[in-house]
């Protein structure tokens, strides 16, 4: 059954992505038009658009190809999916040992947010509730600092001035100094520590990297401060610290076959 032509200008863009990723490697406007049945004035209205945006680039011979921004978005969700897929035996693998909530937390570079992709609960009946799906606010917290220390200094100045007051507390974030100092820490042992008993909630987060050295989030532990006194810290650092590079090797191999498919293109 041929799928209707859609009518308005951003159904057509989104129309038109589909028929190029779809499509092959490289294709002129005509053959895009053609596809698409649409006039080609419209097609090469549309194309210039996905060129200005990194979506489509201009090959030899007045063709077109997909572009390197629509590349590392197709990589990037596929990385999030690996990503979650391979986390889950670590995840329970640390509740299984240490007996306290795992988390993984994916970073969206696009709205500067992290969420909460998976969890193992601990076996304790006192616990935080975290559920899939959670933002994460990056200036707080273990998790949000693990990925908040990693990111680009354009990104990180962006979140500190956006984010302000903490979601449990209502409390203003750390001097900027005292973050600072404490995001260089995170750098330095390559994990977030976070202990705070006023409000009876303390964790342990790494970094998860993929491709090129880029965060694609975190993975850690939680649990009420009361319990981490009694974890042999320095034991349960290692253990989260060796979970976030095992999945930061596996993530990197994932994205290297999308990277590879662009290179090929090439």
Not at 1 to 7: C, F
Not at 51 to 78: D, I, K
Not at 183 to 211: K, M, N
Request: one cysteine or more; aromatic letters at 6%; glycine letters at 10%.
């Amino acid at each position: 059954m041929m799928r209707e032509v859609p009518s308005g200008g951003a159904d057509r863009l989104a129309y038109l992505l589909k028929l190029v990723a779809h499509g092959p490697d490289r294709f002129s406007l005509g053959d895009l038009a053609a596809r698409a049945r649409l006039p080609a004035s419209t097609v090469h209205r549309l194309l210039q658009v996905m060129v200005r945006a990194g979506l489509v680039e201009r090959g030899a011979h007045q063709t077109y190809r997909p572009g390197r921004e629509f590349y590392a978005m197709a990589s990037q969700l596929v990385a999030r999916f690996d990503v979650i897929r391979s986390a889950r035996p670590l995840l329970e693998g640390l509740v299984e040992r240490w007996h306290e909530t795992a988390v993984l937390c994916t970073y969206n570079p696009t709205d500067r947010r992290a969420t909460i992709a998976d969890v193992v609960m601990t076996p304790h009946p006192l616990r935080f509730a975290v559920e899939r799906g959670g933002e994460i606010l990056l200036p707080w917290g273990s998790l949000g600092r693990a990925i908040l220390a990693f990111l680009s200094g354009g990104e990180m100045e962006a979140i500190i001035r956006e984010t302000r007051f903490g979601p449990l507390t209502g409390r203003p974030r750390d001097p900027r100094s005292e973050l600072e100092k404490g995001l260089r820490e995170v750098r330095e042992e390559g994990v977030s520590r976070f202990y705070d008993p006023d409000i009876e909630i303390a964790g342990i987060a790494a970094p998860v990297f993929g491709a090129e050295g880029l965060v694609l989030g975190c993975i850690g532990v939680t649990m009420p401060s009361k319990r981490y006194l009694l974890h042999a810290e320095d034991d349960l650092v290692l253990a989260v610290r060796e979970a976030g590079q095992s999945l930061s090797a596996a993530a990197s191999m994932g994205q290297g076959g999308a990277d590879q498919e662009f290179q090929n293109t090439e």
